[in-house]
């Protein structure tokens, strides 16, 4: 399988939430012509009419409604003003806002399609984790969210929605991304000779990010957090030359307003085609390396509150600003205006900024082995749930694991009777470690649930190993994996913008491809 499995380092993305984070990450959002209408949906009203009859867009065979468009413009509007963004003014709002909505619309069909989707204990227990991240309790996180005017049903709705896009990253991205041993040794070696392997601390980058200190003063511990906020200027797929060239000009008008000393967040609000728009752009705060190279060697001589020139990346023309650069110790607090939120959104990082260990790392390692039932179209999540009930009485009456797992498990590690080897902590997902660790060698598991589909699980043993070593080396691949997340699956996403089928009825010509 993507081993049940995929690295818990991966997936432990899911929900950072430190009060430092933004919601999400935003690689940027290509606005692509919609693939051929489908004959039930209408292109030839004119757009009078189409006002009249409530539909502000089509995506695919779903419809964004015009109340549905105005609840979530006058949410934005609260939201804007609690961070103290200047409110850009009514038309260019509802543009905003409605082309967040059909992304977030293309997002959900996806994961339907696919069969993932988000149960209310799953919701609960990502909310549970933001407010233990925090160190508050889960009451203390609802009052803070509602202070910053956003209300508590909408912020479980966000964090089902990013929890449901950490479902579709591990489906659309995580087999997509290869990092090679030759990758790992050549990161170690960059840092070969430092005390400690700190995330944010990336080549060339020491002179600009250090702090002078008197002798006296200890050096700051932890790895360089730094947070961004970012402006993008969308390029379609297959766009002309000519348009390439006007988008850069516009990108280019942008900068000189930027540097004529207006608001970044109020711009990015404004003008910005990245998901965080109506965010201020703010793509939030994590260890340098966890940013994509192209971020890394924009800002590396940017001091707080700089902004960078055009950057181009395959998504469009980008202008970063750098709003904040310090040790882990000493990462500003996000302002009181804003609540705490997960880092689950497209190619969310894990932000908890560790270190990467040099000394001894004694580890307790896990054989197991599992029976995997995925959900699908024709095998629903109560069908995968019994199936393995049913294997798990036929066990229990003494047939074999391994034989059974040949033959009925849908993972790539049947052929060897479901067994995974030996584990180490973190390198499975959260659900199926939880349950892999409530075991004793030779119990199983109940059915278990992830987002790869249903689990009986295993234990045949446990051993106590020195892991410093491969630890190093999960560690770098972590970060390796964070630099390369994010574009990946935002190459992806415009692949689903790029097959789609879009109405947007506030700018009919230009979502039409005329």
Known sequence: MHRPCTNRWLASMLVAGLIVA???????????????????????????????????????????????????TQSAQQQL?????????????????????????LEKQEAKRLGIHVSDEQLQHAIQSIAARNKISVELLRQEVEKSGVTWKDYQ???????????????????????????????????????????????????????????????????????????????????????????????????GKLRGGADFAAVAAASSDGPQALSGGSL?????????????????????GQISGILQSGNGFHILKVVSRSSQGQAPSRPSSQPPAAAGAPGGPDQSGQEIDQGPKMVTQTHARHILI????????????????????????????????????QDATAPQGGDLGWLNPGETVPAFEQAMDALQPGQISQPVKTHFGWHLIEVLGRR????AE???????????????AGPAFDDWLSQLRGKAYIDNRLEPKSDQGD
């Open 464 to 467: 106590t190993k020195d892991m």
């Open 284 to 304: 939030g705060v994590r260890p340098v390396d966890g940013w994509p190279d192209l971020f890394i060697t924009a800002t590396a001589k940017l001091k707080p």
């Open 157 to 255: 709705d966000e964090i089902r929605h990013d929890v449901l896009m950490d479902g579709l990253r591990h489906r659309a991205v995580d087999s997509t991304i290869d990092i090679t041993d030759a990758d790992v040794d050549a990161y170690l070696k960059t840092h070969d000779g430092q005390s400690t392997l700190l995330p944010g601390s990336a080549p060339g980058q020491e002179g600009a990010q250090a702090q002078p200190q008197s002798a006296s003063q200890a050096q700051p511990s932890g790895p360089v957090m730094l947070g961004l906020s970012d402006i993008l200027v969308a390029v379609p797929e297959n766009a002309s030359s000519s348009q390439v060239q006007a988008l850069r000009l516009k990108a280019q008008v942008i900068l």
């Open 81 to 105: 003003a609690s961070q103290k963004i200047a409110i850009p003014d009514a038309q260019t709002l509802r543009r905003q806002v409605l082309h967040r909505m059909i992304d977030t619309e």
């Open 374 to 409: 995925k959900v699908t179209k024709v095998t629903s999540d109560e069908q995968a749930k019994t199936i393995l009930l049913r294997l798990r009485e036929r066990i229990e009456n003494g047939e074999d694991f391994a034989t059974l797992a040949k033959r009925y498990s």
């Open 470 to 484: 491969e630890y190093k080396r999960i560690q770098a691949r972590r970060i390796l994996y964070q630099r390369r």
């Open 22 to 72: 933004a919601p999400g990450l935003a690689w940027g959002a290509r606005r692509a012509a919609p693939a051929k209408a489908p004959p039930q949906a209408s292109t030839k009203t004119q757009s009078t009419e189409q006002f009249v009859d409530g539909i502000a867009a089509v995506v695919n065979k779903s419809v964004i409604t015009l109340s549905q468009l105005q609840a979530q």
